[in-house]
């Protein structure tokens, strides 16, 4: 059964540094979001992303943080320069289609901490 | 005010009984669908059931289904028949038609744990 596969499943990273987190949605989907999750919080919503580029983002998503589809396969998250604050789990998810019953499919999330 | 609330954060449910998950939500469009997802604690999120705010009747897959009562604006989650492996978490999830980007907006969440 296809899926939505993440890595890293864990990053350790130095407060400052930058760090890329990568995701190869379902081959045929064409929408792809990333959501976050900090330890014991609800998920909450980052990026929704489209035909090569941002549909809609949060307020979290600030100038700190971008994505890009680098090569048709991959679907990419990059964190300019972490803070303390950004230690949570990223997870990616894909749909294959918009509307309201377009479900999205969520990879086993990268467990990010900065130290 | 919470898009999305679950007021159970933790439940234990005997093996082969049924569970019932809480959910209601807070929403002025007319058109908006309703998600559960199941986390284990592995931590990915898997899909479960959908309900579409127009769907005259209740969504079911397998053992699971939704209590959709629009009116009280709830849509609660039934798990029949529980399993071990139903010892997880489960987010209730909405997406509104006006919301842009197919974004899901989560409730906090309630874990689930069944006992032998």
């Known amino acids: ?51 090569n580029e941002i549909s ?28 303390l604050e950004d230690s949570a789990m990223y997870f990616c998810a894909s749909s294959r289609r918009t509307g309201m019953v377009a479900e999205a499919f969520f990879g086993q999330g990268t467990r990010l901490t900065v130290v | 005010a919470q898009k999305i609330t679950q007021t159970q954060p933790g439940m234990f449910v005997q093996e082969k009984e049924a569970v019932t998950l809480d959910c209601t939500y807070d929403t002025s469009d007319p058109s908006y669908g309703l998600f559960w997802y199941k986390q284990p604690s592995s931590g990915e999120m898997i899909f479960l059931i959908y309900q579409g705010s127009y769907d005259q009747q209740n969504a079911t897959e397998g ?23 139903d010892s997880a978490m489960y987010f209730c999830a909405m997406r509104e038609s006006k919301a842009a980007g197919n974004k899901l907006t989560f409730g906090g969440g309630t874990r689930v744990l069944v006992k032998p």
Request: glycine residues 4%.
């Open chain 2, 63 to 85: 053992r699971y289904s939704l209590n959709f009562q629009k009116a009280r604006k709830s849509a609660n989650l039934v798990i029949s028949a529980s399993q071990l492996g």
């Open chain 1, 56 to 83: 809609e983002k949060s307020e979290i998503f600030d100038d700190q943080f971008s994505v890009e589809r680098p090569d048709g396969s991959n679907f990419t998250l990059k964190i300019r320069s972490t803070k």
């Open chain 1, 1 to 51: 059964e296809p899926e939505v596969t993440q890595t890293p499943s864990h990053q350790v990273t130095q407060m400052g540094q930058e760090v890329i987190l990568r995701c190869v949605p379902i081959s045929n989907h064409l929408y792809f979001y990333w959501y976050r999750q900090i330890l014991g919080q609800k998920v909450e919503f980052l990026v929704s992303f489209y035909n």
